[in-house]
């Protein structure tokens, strides 16, 4: 994989921990994280511009408290019932 250099301003006390605290893999999957977010770009292209496979930037992801599905229980119930109705449909 090509890398690029990028500068950015952060604040004089957050330098120890965006440099020394952070791995490279981590920091440059947060990087690309609002992007995401945004709809920019899928999970699948945020992996494949990071050089990994889409599963592992989810679990990278999950490792850091961030959700790959990005709903509320009730959100994610209806959706669960929602399948349940499709398959007694294709029954």
Do not use: C, H
Not at 55 to 71: A, F, N, Q, T, V
């Amino acid at each position: 994989m090509v890398m690029t250099n990028i500068e950015i301003s952060i604040p004089e006390g957050a330098k120890t921990y965006m440099i020394d605290g952070t791995s490279e893999k981590i920091r440059n999957a947060l990087l690309v994280y609002p992007s995401i977010v945004q709809n920019d770009i899928s999970y699948g292209r945020a992996a494949e511009l990071l050089g990994m496979r889409k599963m592992e930037l989810i679990k990278l992801y999950g490792s850091m408290g961030i959700p790959y599905l990005d709903m509320t229980d009730e959100e994610f119930e209806e959706e669960l019932e929602t399948i349940d109705r499709w398959k007694r449909k294709q029954a």
